[in-house]
Nanobody, 122 residues
Framework: VQLQACGGGLVQAGGSLRLSCAVS????????IAWFRQAPGKEREFVAR????????FYADSLEGRFTISRFNAKNTRYLQMNDLKPEDTAVYYC????????????????WGQGTLVTVSS
């Protein structure tokens, strides 16, 4: 299983970015893709996840309303649309895959991409 995240960059506060996660080798049958992030000096934290069907989406409480996770199954790609970005959103963002589709816990995700850096300037 391979995941490749891209789309990070430098953006001013209030701006938007869309991250992409290309997934290959995953048997989607009962799986979920999630985004996590890790800011400098902080622990990795859950951002959002989406089940295979796309019918269930979950967000970190503090991010719902600004971030949207979506899918494009034809391209085996998952997206994270981030709006109204704040300096505290600065982090390396990782996409990850799990066969435990109802978990938001990092240890339940056995497959990880390399991460993409998002920097939000004030």
């Amino acid at each position: 299983v391979q995941l490749q995240a891209c789309g990070g960059g430098l953006v001013q506060a209030g701006g938007s970015l869309r991250l992409s996660c290309a997934v290959s080798g995953l048997t989607f049958g009962n799986s979920a893709i999630a985004w996590f992030r890790q800011a400098p000096g902080k622990e990795r934290e859950f951002v959002a996840r989406i089940t295979r069907s796309g019918s269930l989406r979950f967000y970190a409480d503090s991010l719902e309303g600004r971030f949207t996770i979506s899918r494009f199954n034809a391209k085996n790609t998952r997206y994270l649309q981030m709006n109204d970005l704040k300096p505290e959103d600065t982090a390396v963002y990782y996409c990850a895959a799990s066969y435990a589709p109802h978990s938001s816990s990092a240890p339940d995700f056995g497959f990880w991409g390399q991460g993409t850096l998002v920097t939000v300037s004030s």
